[in-house]
Structures are given as C-alpha cells and as structure tokens.
C-alpha cells in the first residue's frame, strides 16, 4: 500500500485531501507543520508528501521540501506543492526547493486525484 503524507496547517484542508484520496488505496499520513513533514518522512518515507508552503513554525513547507529533498533517505518521496501561493513566481520557487509538482489553491480534487495516481502509477 502506498502512503501519502499530508501536510497542511489546516485541519479542513488536511481532511479534504484525504477524503479526495479516500477512492485509492492509500496510508494516509497526517502533518501540521514543517518540522513535523520532515519528521514523518524520515521515519515513514511516504511515496508522496502533499505540502503546504505558509505553514508557522521555524520551517516552512519550502524548507521541508528542500531539508527531504537533500536527505539521502528521504531524496525519492515525491513532493507536490499545494499552496495558496499561485504565482508563477511562487510555482518557480518551489519547484526550485525540489518540489517534483506544484498544485495552487483552490485546486480541483479530481485535477488532484488524477494527479496523484499520475505519479504513484
């Protein structure tokens, strides 16, 4: 079973991710921050982390992405963006950090579930 690592600071869209991936068959995994993103994927290394950018704390979801990316044991999770952060700016900046997609906010959840069996295959 693949597993999917949500990471959001926001409980409703947490859920709503999950409720759109609830078709597949999927470990769901579940994050609020950054530091608990890179945590969760050192000891579970997911197939796919869904992440946040403005997240509080001292690590955003761009630092994570670039703390798993650079991690040997971590450096294969597939990494999406999803953000409120939509400029072409932002979607250049994160694929900079090693962000392997970039989804901007609102997103459409069948554009996102396609996306996601796209990239676990």
């Given at each position: 079973?693949?597993?999917?690592?949500?990471?959001?600071d926001r409980e409703e869209v947490r859920d709503?991710?999950?409720?759109?991936?609830?078709?597949?068959?999927?470990?769901?995994?579940?994050?609020?921050?950054?530091?608990?993103?890179?945590?969760?994927?050192?000891?579970?290394?997911?197939?796919?982390?869904?992440?946040?950018?403005?997240?509080?704390?001292p690590v955003d979801g761009l630092e994570a992405?670039?703390?798993?990316?650079?991690?040997?044991?971590?450096?294969?999770?597939?990494?999406?963006?999803?953000?409120?952060?939509?400029?072409?700016?932002?979607?250049?900046?994160?694929?900079?950090?090693?962000?392997?997609?970039?989804?901007?906010?609102?997103?459409?959840?069948?554009?996102?579930?396609?996306?996601?069996?796209?990239?676990?295959?």
């Amino acid at each position: 079973m693949k597993k999917i690592l949500i990471v959001d600071d926001r409980e409703e869209v947490r859920d709503l991710v999950e409720t759109t991936l609830s078709r597949g068959e999927y470990q769901i995994l579940k994050g609020d921050t950054g530091v608990q993103a890179v945590e969760i994927a050192k000891a579970q290394r997911p197939d796919l982390i869904l992440m946040d950018i403005m997240m509080p704390g001292p690590v955003d979801g761009l630092e994570a992405t670039r703390t798993i990316k650079n991690d040997p044991n971590t450096s294969n999770c597939t990494i999406i963006l999803l953000t409120a952060k939509g400029q072409p700016a932002d979607r250049q900046e994160g694929l900079l950090a090693g962000a392997d997609e970039y989804f901007a906010k609102p997103f459409s959840p069948l554009e996102l579930l396609r996306k996601v069996e796209q990239v676990l295959g």
